[in-house]
């Protein structure tokens, strides 16, 4: 009999083949074949949704409740739309500590208005002693679209920024499990995205949050869905010193490492520098960076290659599975 | 695992047990393979414990070297 | 130290490289025999560079898991099973290696007994001292690098009288496992990269007998890019002057006589025997085993576990070819396809330190970038 595996909701390749094997054929419609992180709705509404399972619950710089309203609201950002209002569904686990539930309902209500969205519908189930894990969440997310991602219209030469630094968030909830001879002072970079927004009405072609699988993941797909190949170069990816030393300590590699804040954005040719200047003046977009472009010189198309610092030449490929579990 | 890095002392103990740091990052490490290893010292660790010392000496020389290849190129 | 990655430096020993390549005889076949070594390479996208260059990189048996036979890790599996109230801990790959016992990771402990990935032999002992009423056992693979370590943490058992403390020793050593390469003839080997930190252990004596009996030039890396290039460069420079040696090539942190002191306390706890290698056979003085004075401490005497080696891997798995150099991961029919990291064959997909892990990551067989 075959079964579910761990792997499987990593966000890597072994998830994606299950939507192209299964979720795809069950229920294909045009909305949904477009794969976008939102579905792009008739009469310019985005609608999302995502389920937060992560482990701890606390960690440095956030927790599951302030995960929860910006993983979404992100999802909508990135899909041309502002957010506006999400529901909120809880499934607690018989025996959690009130205490606790009201910590997260409250960093709720705090990201919910830092992120100008409003709770509006909702719902709450109680499991079991043992047949949960403490609290696990689901928000869906309405936006007014503003904008729309153009695949079709990425050409050579059009630039991808990354808007912050790697891996802060992958380590701080690595580090907030506590399992290592290591400490390192990181906090996760859980933040909502709005300053991205504009770019949208400026011509933005494509964005995508950098989550589950990593960047390289998330360029990968990009990769696959255009007729060019996607460079990006070692040396100007932002990561931090510390996670940096982090990742080479414990042998993981930031290009896979897990964000909760940041973006990569497509931005015609033209406009990268205009783009990358917005971006900057943003608190949250102080590191970033253009770090590659879409361009037809080397390689072939739908492969992702990295120009390491050392002047070699690699593919990047997706992760079949995500680094660590229940990391979001 | 090779996953073996340079990193600085921060803390030694009579008990043989300390901390090096690298990059920022704070790690326990056991120092009874090195016992002349003292605060401030690189030391390569490998599992939780310094196995080498680093002679910095050799290190500026090294990268005294790398920098002239760069040059060269 | 970004020098020691630095495009423009790499560009530098490049050059040098082409040239000393020049001449010399074809194929150029050059071994590094360390799981990160083989990371390193792939990693910065120098393995294409170098081939450009005229020198194929291969990887021999650098990887302990890899080489450590089933049976051991089968022994594992029946201690965690067939043990009540033990606590089994070991490194995280250790954890997902196939047997035909299915692997650490899916095997159901038994009653009060269960397992831990740790980093550190020490925090198994951490694990004895807080359950003295369980049996903490550390299952522990390694080279030259990790050894000291492991006795280290015996001799800190013994110091403080534990009686619930153990090892199920799984240990290699570096240079034998070399002789046995070249004496089999399998490689075709035009030189040595020897791994930085087992020769910061072990100093640069062992080798010796490479370059002396079988006239096959070595040198001591490190483990950036920088490093390994000024490696492979001394190892071309030995075959063009036709005086092959022990170069030493990592000296900020490789001494010439290594770490007496590790290796005096390796020597105190263990001693050598011949040991069966996965893919390899049994190669004589190639592995410790527990002295007398510390045999209580051997996990396999205490629990009566019988470990009949037979070093093969499961059917259709060619992990032990690619251990020996014979083959690359991806001449392995199984590689990519059948044996992938999310359903593994065999330990070299499985450890940290496994070619076809490594090769899996950065090099899909989809080929390399154009």
């Known amino acids: ?328 | 695992m090779c996953l073996a890095v340079p990193a600085k002392i921060t803390r030694v103990e009579a008990s043989g047990l300390g901390i090096v740091d690298y990059l920022g990052n704070e790690v326990k490490t056991n120092f009874t393979l090195l016992p002349e290893a003292k605060v401030g010292d690189w030391v390569i660790i490998h599992a939780g414990f310094a196995i080498s010392l680093l002679d910095r000496k050799e290190a500026r020389r090294t990268l005294r070297l790398f920098r002239e290849m760069a040059k060269s190129s | 130290m970004k020098e020691l990655r630095d495009a423009k430096a790499i560009r530098t020993l490049l050059r040098d490289i082409t040239n000393l390549a020049r001449p010399l005889v074809r194929p150029l076949r050059i071994m590094e025999v360390c799981g990160t070594h083989t990371m390193a390479l792939f990693r910065y996208g120098l393995t294409p560079l170098l081939a450009e260059a005229g020198v194929e990189m291969i990887s021999g048996p650098g990887c302990p898991v890899c080489i450590t036979p089933g049976a051991i890790h089968e022994a594992a599996i029946a201690l965690l099973a067939g043990r009540e109230g033990l606590i089994l801990a070991t490194f995280g790959d250790m954890t997902r290696v196939p047997t035909r016992k299915g692997s650490l990771q899916t095997a159901v402990a038994a009653r009060n007994s269960r397992s831990r990935i740790v980093y550190s032999p020490e925090e198994a002992l951490e694990e004895a001292r807080g359950n003295p009423s369980r049996e903490a056992v550390f299952f522990g693979a390694g080279f030259e690098t990790t050894i000291p370590a492991i006795a280290l943490t015996v001799k800190r058992a013994a110091a403080e009288g534990l009686r619930n403390f153990s090892v199920l020793p799984a240990l290699w050593l570096i240079p034998p496992a070399l002789r046995a390469l070249l004496e089999s003839g399998d490689a075709a080997i035009s030189g040595f990269i020897y791994p930085g930190h087992v020769s910061a252990v072990i100093g640069l004596q062992p080798y010796e007998f490479i370059a002396e009996e079988f006239g096959v030039a070595g040198a001591v890396a490190g483990f950036e890019p920088g490093d390994i290039l000024l490696a492979v460069r001394s190892v071309l420079g030995q075959n063009a002057e036709r005086k092959p040696r022990v170069a030493l090539e990592y000296t900020r942190a490789v001494r010439t006589e290594g770490n007496p002191g590790a290796r005096a306390v390796m020597g105190e706890v263990f001693e050598p025997y011949d040991a069966l290698w996965r893919g390899l056979g049994k190669i004589p003085v190639s592995g410790l085993t527990f002295r007398k004075r510390y045999a209580r401490f051997d996990a396999r005497a205490r629990f009566g576990l019988r470990i009949r080696d037979s070093g093969k891997d499961l059917p259709g798995c060619r992990c032990g070819e690619v251990l020996r150099a014979r083959i690359r991961p991806k001449d392995c029919p199984l590689f990519a396809t059948r044996c992938t990291p999310e359903s593994p064959f065999g330990p070299c997909m499985v450890s940290y330190e496994g070619s076809c892990l490594i090769h899996h990551k950065f090099n899909r067989g989809r080929g390399r970038a154009s």
């Not at chain 1, 198309?301 to 599975?321: D, N």
């Open chain 1, 1 to 328: 009999m075959k079964r579910i595996s761990l792997e499987l909701g990593g966000g890597g390749r072994l998830m994606r083949d299950f939507i192209a094997e299964h979720v795809l054929p069950t229920f294909g419609n045009p909305i949904l074949s477009e794969l976008a992180d939102s579905g792009l709705l008739p009469g310019g509404i985005a609608l999302t949704t995502d389920s937060y399972v992560v482990d701890p619950l606390f960690f440095s710089g956030g927790d599951i409740g302030r995960l929860a309203v910006n993983g979404t609201v992100n999802d909508l950002v990135v899909s041309g739309a502002a957010p506006r209002y999400l529901s909120l569904a809880l499934i607690l686990e018989e025996g959690l500590e009130w205490d606790l539930l009201e910590k997260v309902l409250k960093s709720i209500r705090a990201a919910a208005r830092r992120a100008g969205v409003r709770i509006v519908t909702g719902d709450t189930k109680v499991v079991p002693q043992g047949q949960g894990d403490k609290i696990f969440i689901n928000t869906a997310g309405v936006g007014k679209s503003v904008g729309r991602p153009a695949v079709a219209r990425i050409r050579p030469g059009d630039k991808l920024i990354l808007s912050g630094t790697l891996g802060d968030h992958s380590l701080a909830v690595l580090m907030a499990r506590g399992d290592f001879g290591i400490t390192s002072r990181v906090r996760s970079d859980c933040a909502p995205l709005l300053f991205l927004l504009p770019l949208w009405k400026k011509g933005a072609l494509w964005m995508r949050d950098v989550t589950r699988g990593g960047l390289a993941t998330v360029l990968s797909e990009l990769a696959e869905r255009i007729p060019y190949p996607v460079l990006i170069e070692e040396g100007r990816i932002p990561v931090s010193k510390t996670v940096r030393g982090a990742s080479e300590l414990l042998g993981i590699d930031p290009l896979y490492m897990a964000c909760e804040g940041k973006a990569v954005v497509v931005a015609p040719r033209r406009q990268a520098e205009d783009f990358l200047r917005r971006i900057r003046r943003h608190p949250l977009g102080r590191r970033a960076a253009i770090i590659g472009e879409v361009q037809d010189k080397v390689g072939r198309p739908g492969e992702l290659l990295l120009a390491t610092v050392s002047g070699g030449l690699r593919l990047l490929e997706p992760l079949t599975s995500e680094l660590l579990p229940r990391i979001c």
